[in-house]
């Protein structure tokens, strides 16, 4: 645990694979980008080209 997480503690922080797993609520990009701060990291979001279906 970095200082800064015990200053904010662990609890406050949200649980986003709770709320991205419900299809009763999707996050706002402006959501996404907070819950990528409180873990050091960014966020990126891209397309690519979905794969060919091997039958």
Sequence with gaps: MT??????????????CTSIGSRKHAPS???LRKYADACG????????PKQERVV
């Design 29 to 31: 990009l402006a959501t």
């Design 3 to 16: 200082a800064e997480q015990g200053e904010r503690g662990v609890s406050s922080l949200p649980r986003p």
């Design 41 to 48: 990291q960014r966020l990126v979001i891209r397309f690519e």
